[in-house]
C-alpha cells in the first residue's frame, strides 16, 4: 500500500479527474488514498466532486456526502486529523457515461505553511466488493472539458459539467461532432430553453421561469472558457427570443402578468437593454402558451408561434383565413377524460406575422394543439413542428407529434379532447410527415449552416421526451412537399429545447434543459470530407409558384375579383392548390359566389365549392346545397374524394341545421345507400352523419360493424426510439401490445348519441361491448374516454329498468390479482433533498422489487400517478422518470413537489364576487367558469358565470402532498427509488441480488 509523506505533497498542484477501469466501472468506483500527517496541524479543508456523487470516509468513518457535483462539497477535518497515518476512501457514484472524481485536501501547519493532497495517478482504485486495488486512472487534468473548474463553483474561471449529459454520450451523424460549450449552473442560473444570436455573434438565452443571460461561445476547438453574464433585465420567463431590427424580442410566457411580446432596446450604447417595451399583451402561458418568434425571409416582419392556451391577439387586426373558424363536430365531442384543454376552442395554436412595432398582427395559420417553434425553409414556406396528445394513446383520435407546412390562411385540424379532424377533412390540411410519439420544442433551418448541402435544406426539429433532433428533407411536390425524417442526433436522456444556426462560424447550437433539469449548450460542428459550400435553394415547382400566387388573394385589401382568379383551381388535382382557392374565395362574401357553387359541375370544384358554402352561408343555403351533394356522382369519385363529399354533408348539417322534408328524405336515402361501404374511414364519417340526422336504420348496421370490426395493429414508433424514454413510452407501448380495437371505439364513440333505432337486442349487444375493453390499455385518458362513451350511451335511456339492466351489463367486473399494500415500517424523517440523496449516494443495487411496489401503492402514489400502465391522472406518468429526470430531479419533485409544478397539472385560485373562493382545475364552457375541486373526480364541477368571477391566479401548492417518503427508513426509501427507476420492471439491475 502506497504511503506518502508531506515531504511529497509540500507543493500544490492542481487535481486530477480520476476514476476506476474495469467491468462495472462505468455506474460505481472506489478510490483511496493513505497519506501521513505531523502534529501541529492548525486546519484541515477537504473539498470534493464526484460526477455524479460520493460519500467520502476518513479512516473508515463517513465525513462528507456530495450529492450534486454543480455544487462541490466541503468539509473541515481540523478536530478528526491528528499526527498520524490515516486514509480517505470514496463510494463512488455514476449515472451518466461520464464519471470521475476529484478532491484537494489542504493542510496549514502554525506557520501558515500549506500542503496539498489532491487527487491524482497515486490513489488506488477498486470496484465495490472487490479486494483487489490498482493504480487509479487519470482522466483530465483540473480545468479542462468537459468538467471545467468545478471545485471553483460556477465562478467566471470555470463552469461545472451538466449531469448525466455529456459530449461523448451524444449520437450524431457521421461526419459530425458534438462539443460541450457550456454547462448551465441550476441553482444560480436555472434551465434553458429559448436561444437567439445577437449581432456580436453572443448567444441570449432564457431561464425558463427565469432571467435573461448572453454567452460568448469560445471559437470551435479552442479550450477557452465561454463567457456567461446575466442581464439585468426584468424581463423573462421567456419560450421565444429573437435579435432583429436592433432589438432584442423576447415573448414573455411564465411571467405572470406579463405574458406577451416585448422589445428590448440599448438606446445608450453600452450593451445594456435600458428600454424594455411590452408590444402586445397576449393572454396565454405555460407550456401551451406563447411560445417562438422567428425573423421573416424578407426581413420585413416577425412571426410568433402560440400553444393551444392562449388566446388570439386583441384586436386581432388582420386574419389570412375568414375568421369562420368553428369545431365542427358531427357528433357532441368528448372533452379529455382527465380535463386537459376542457373548454379550449378553436382555432387553437397559432402562427401569427407581426410589424416590427407590434401594431398589427395577422393571423396566418391555426389549428395546433402546441407548436413551439417554427422556421422557413429555402423556398420561404412555413415548417412547424405540432405536438400529440400522448394521453390519447389507444384512442382512434390519437394524432401522432407531426412536421406541418403551414400555409396562408390554413387550420391543421386540431380541436380538443375527442374532437381532432382526420387528415382527410377538406377543410383542414394533413401533416408533412408523422414523427410519433415526443414533446416538440426548437425549430430551425439549416440555412447559413457550414454543413453539407443535403443539411443546409434541411429542417432541424427538436423532440425534449426522447432526446432526439430530427433533420427534415424537403423535395417540392405538386404544391406541398415530400418530407423524410432521419435522426440527426440523440441521447438519453437529452432534453432538448432551442437550436440555432449561428450566422458567424456556421455551426449549430442546441440546449437541453427545461421544467427545471439540468442544462446545457452544446455545438455542432461538420468535420466530414463533404463540401460545405453554400448551396442553392431547391428548385419550386410550377405547383408551388401557383400556390404563392393564390394565397396572396388572401392579405388584406384584396377584392372581389379574388373569386375570378381563384375559382379555376377549386377543380385542381392539387390539394394544396384546391385549399388556397377556397380560402381566398372565402374572405369574400357569399353572395358574390354562392350561385356558382349551385352551377358547378366539376366533381372537385362542386366539393370545394359545396365546403366554401356549407361554412360561409347562412341557413338559406341549406337545401340547394344538400340537393347539390345529392347530385355528385359517387363512383366516379376516389377515396379523398368520396371523404370529402361527406365531410361537406356534415359541414351543411353543422353549421345550417337539420334539414326537413323532401330534402331529409333524399339525402338521408342517399347516405344510407353508401353504408356500409369497403373504408373503414368512409363508414366512420357515414355512421356519425347518419346519428347527427337520426337515421332511423342507422343503429341496426353501426352495432354489428362495431362488433365486428377488425383493427391494425398499432405501431407508434420504432422499438430504438422508445427506448430513450421507455419509461414515457409506456402507453404506447401498453397500447400496442393490448391491442385496443380502435375501429370499435370509434363506433361506440358514434353510437353513445344515437336516440333512435335501438331494439332491446342491440341494447344489450352494444353494453356488453364494455366489459370486453378491459384488457385495453392505453394513455393516462384512455380509460376514462370508454367509461364517459358508456355514461354518455346510458343517458340516453329514458326507462329507469332499462337504464338499470344496461348499468349492470356493462360494469361486470374482471377479476384481477389484489394490489399488494406495506405500510413503511420506518422509523422515517423529514427528508430534505441532500438527504434523501445522500441515501442514494453509495449507489441503488440489491434492492426489494416487491417492497418498493408496496410502498409505491401504501403511499398513495398509485392513487394519482399513471405508472407502468396502471393508476390515476392527477399527476405526470412516472413510468419514465430515469430517463426524463435525473436523481436530483426526481427527488425534488417528490420532496419539494411545489417547487416547480407544470401547468399541465396545476389549480387555480378562484375569487367570487361574493367573497368566496374555489381553487380547482379550472375551464371555460359556454359563458361560465367550470371549476373541479378534485382532479380525480373531473366530472364533479362547480360553474359560475363569468361575470362573476373576480380574479383568477395559479395556485402555488401541488396538488402531490409533501412527506410523502418521510415515513420511511433509508431502505424502505431506497426500495422505492429503485422501483420508480426500474419503470416497474423486476429483471431491472437494480433488483440483482
Known amino acids: 500500500m502506497a504511503m506518502v509523506g508531506l515531504s511529497l505533497i509540500s507543493l500544490r498542484a492542481d487535481p486530477s479527474w480520476i476514476w476506476a477501469e474495469g467491468p462495472g466501472s462505468e455506474s460505481a468506483a472506489v478510490l483511496r488514498r493513505r497519506f501521513e500527517v505531523p502534529a ?139 462539443d460541450l460549450v457550456y454547462s448551465v449552473p441550476k441553482a444560480k442560473q436555472g434551465s434553458w430553453v429559448s436561444m437567439t444570436v445577437d449581432p456580436k455573434g453572443r448567444l441570449i438565452a432564457c431561464d425558463q421561469g427565469g432571467s435573461l443571460y448572453r454567452l460568448t461561445p469560445p471559437a470551435a476547438g479552442s479550450k477557452a472558457l465561454a463567457k456567461v453574464e446575466k442581464l439585468t433585465n426584468s424581463v423573462g420567463g421567456a419560450h421565444g427570443l429573437l435579435y432583429a431590427f436592433n432589438s432584442l424580442y423576447v415573448m414573455v410566457n411564465e411571467q405572470g402578468g406579463r405574458q406577451g411580446l416585448w422589445r428590448l432596446r440599448d438606446t445608450h450604447g453600452d450593451d445594456r437593454f435600458d428600454e424594455e417595451t411590452l408590444l402586445r399583451r397576449i393572454e396565454g402561458g405555460g407550456e401551451h402558451g406563447p411560445h417562438g418568434i422567428v425573423l421573416s425571409p424578407d426581413g420585413k416582419s416577425l412571426y410568433i408561434a402560440c400553444g393551444n392556451h392562449t388566446q388570439l391577439p386583441k384586436p386581432l387586426e388582420l386574419s389570412r383565413a375568414a375568421r369562420a373558424w368553428s369545431e365542427d363536430q358531427i357528433v357532441t365531442r368528448l372533452w379529455d377524460a382527465n380535463g386537459h384543454a376542457r373548454g379550449i376552442l378553436a382555432p387553437g395554436g397559432y402562427i401569427c406575422r407581426v410589424d416590427p412595432d407590434g401594431k398589427t398582427f395577422e393571423l396566418v395559420s391555426h389549428g395546433y394543439r402546441n407548436e413551439y417553434d417554427f422556421a422557413f425553409n429555402a423556398l420561404g414556406d412555413i415548417i412547424t413542428y405540432d405536438s400529440d396528445m400522448e394521453w390519447d394513446a389507444g384512442m382512434p383520435w390519437y394524432r401522432p407529434t407531426r412536421i406541418c407546412l403551414a400555409t396562408s390562411g390554413s387550420d391543421l385540424g386540431w380541436r380538443s379532447g375527442a374532437g381532432k379532424w382526420p387528415p382527410y377533412y377538406p377543410d383542414s390540411l394533413p401533416a408533412l410527415v408523422d414523427i410519433g410519439p415526443g414533446s416538440p420544442t426548437g425549430v430551425a433551418s439549416g440555412r447559413g449552416a457550414k454543413f453539407p448541402a443535403k443539411y443546409q435544406n434541411a429542417i432541424f426539429a427538436n423532440d425534449w421526451t426522447y432526446g432526439t433532433m430530427y433533420a427534415i428533407h424537403l423535395t417540392p411536390e405538386g404544391g406541398g412537399y415530400k418530407a423524410e425524417k432521419e435522426e440527426f442526433l440523440s441521447g438519453r436522456p437529452l432534453p432538448l429545447t432551442d437550436l440555432v444556426i449561428h450566422p458567424k462560424d456556421g455551426a449549430m447550437y442546441f440546449a437541453v434543459g427545461g421544467r427545471g433539469t439540468e442544462s446545457a449548450v452544446f455545438r455542432v460542428t461538420y468535420v466530414g470530407r463533404e463540401s460545405t459550400s453554400t448551396t442553392p435553394a431547391p428548385k419550386a415547382t410550377a405547383a408551388h409558384l401557383l400556390r404563392r400566387q393564390l394565397e396572396a388573394l388572401h392579405l388584406d385589401g384584396t377584392g372581389p375579383e ?72 359517387f363512383d366516379a369519385l376516389d377515396e379523398a374524394g368520396r371523404l370529402a363529399v361527406v ?50 336504420g342507422v343503429v341496426a348496421k353501426t352495432v354489428p360493424l362495431m362488433l365486428t370490426a377488425n383493427d391494425a395493429d398499432l405501431k407508434y414508433a420504432s422499438d430504438a426510439l422508445l427506448e430513450r424514454n421507455r419509461g414515457y413510452a409506456g402507453a404506447f407501448s401498453d397500447a400496442t401490445a393490448s391491442r385496443p380495437n380502435q375501429e370499435q371505439i370509434a363506433f361506440a364513440y358514434l353510437l353513445r348519441e344515437a336516440k333512435t333505432g335501438w331494439t332491446p337486442a342491440l341494447r344489450k349487444s352494444f353494453f356488453a361491448w364494455f366489459p370486453r375493453t378491459s384488457p385495453w390499455r392505453g394513455g393516462n385518458s ?136 374555489l381553487v380547482g382545475r379550472t375551464y371555460v364552457d359556454n359563458g361560465k367558469l367550470v371549476v373541479t375541486a378534485d382532479p380525480r373526480n373531473p366530472d364533479e364541477t362547480t360553474a359560475v358565470a363569468l361575470d362573476q368571477v373576480k380574479s383568477r391566479k395559479p395556485y402555488p401548492v401541488s396538488l402531490m402532498p409533501e412527506g410523502l417518503i418521510n415515513s420511511m427508513n433509508p431502505n424502505e426509501l431506497m426500495n422505492l427509488i429503485a422501483y420508480l427507476q426500474s419503470g416497474g420492471n423486476p429483471a431491472h439491475a437494480a433488483f440483482a441480488k
Open 562 to 633: 379574388a373569386v375570378d382568379k381563384a375559382w379555376p383551381h377549386l377543380a385542381s388535382s392539387d390539394r394544396w392548390i384546391r385549399y388556397a382557392a377556397r380560402v381566398a374565395i372565402e374572405r369574400q362574401p357569399a353572395a358574390v359566389w354562392a350561385g356558382r357553387v349551385y352551377s358547378e359541375t366539376r366533381p372537385w370544384a362542386v366539393i370545394e365549392g359545396a365546403v366554401a358554402l356549407a361554412r360561409m352561408g347562412t341557413p338559406e343555403h341549406r337545401d340547394r346545397l344538400l340537393e347539390l351533394l345529392n347530385r355528385v356522382n
Open 782 to 917: 384512455f380509460r376514462g374516454f370508454l367509461e364517459n362513451i358508456r355514461k354518455d350511451a346510458l343517458s340516453t335511456i329514458s326507462d329507469p329498468s332499462e337504464r338499470k339492466n344496461m348499468e349492470a351489463i356493462s360494469t361486470l367486473k374482471v377479476t384481477e390479482g389484489a394490489t399488494q399494500f406495506a405500510a413503511a415500517k420506518g422509523p422515517g424523517r423529514s427528508y430534505s433533498v441532500d438527504q434523501a440523496l445522500a441515501v442514494a449516494a453509495g449507489g441503488i443495487r440489491g434492492r426489494d422489487f416487491e417492497n418498493g411496489r408496496a410502498l409505491f401503492n401504501s403511499a398513495g402514489c398509485a392513487s394519482c400517478h399513471r405508472f407502468n400502465g396502471s393508476g390515476g391522472s392527477v399527476g405526470p406518468d412516472l413510468t419514465g422518470v430515469a430517463s426524463r429526470y435525473t436523481l436530483r430531479d426526481l427527488l425534488e419533485n417528490i420532496v419539494e413537489p411545489s417547487k416547480v409544478i407544470s401547468d399541465q397539472y396545476g389549480s387555480e385560485e378562484v375569487r367570487l364576487a361574493d367573497g368566496s373562493t
Open 647 to 696: 365531410r361537406a354533408y356534415q359541414l351543411a348539417v353543422i353549421r345550417q341545421g337539420l334539414p326537413e322534408g323532401a330534402v331529409r328524405e333524399a339525402t338521408l336515402a342517399r347516405l344510407d345507400a353508401l353504408y356500409p361501404s369497403k373504408s373503414r374511414s368512409l363508414n366512420r364519417e357515414l355512421a356519425g352523419t347518419l346519428i347527427r340526422m337520426e337515421a332511423p
Open 40 to 178: 501541529g496541524v492548525r486546519e484541515a479543508i477537504l473539498i470534493l466532486t464526484c460526477d455524479n456523487g460520493a460519500t467520502v470516509f476518513l479512516d473508515d468513518k463517513s465525513v462528507l456526502t456530495n450529492a450534486d457535483w454543480n455544487l462541490p462539497s466541503k468539509v473541515d477535518l481540523t478536530k478528526k486529523l491528528k499526527a498520524g497515518t490515516h486514509e480517505l476512501r470514496a463510494d463512488c457514484r455514476n449515472e451518466g457515461a461520464q464519471a470521475g472524481l476529484v478532491a484537494r485536501l489542504g493542510l496549514k501547519s502554525a506557520d501558515g505553511k500549506m500542503t496539498w493532497i489532491e487527487t491524482d495517478g497515486s490513489w488506488q482504485a477498486s470496484l465495490p466488493g472487490s479486494t483487489g486495488w490498482k493504480p487509479a486512472k487519470v482522466l483530465a487534468k483540473y480545468g479542462d472539458q468537459p468538467w471545467g473548474k468545478a471545485l471553483d463553483g460556477a465562478g467566471s474561471s470555470g463552469t461545472p459539467p451538466p449531469q448525466s449529459i455529456a459530449a461523448d454520450a451524444i449520437q450524431v451523424l457521421p461526419g459530425f461532432k458534438v
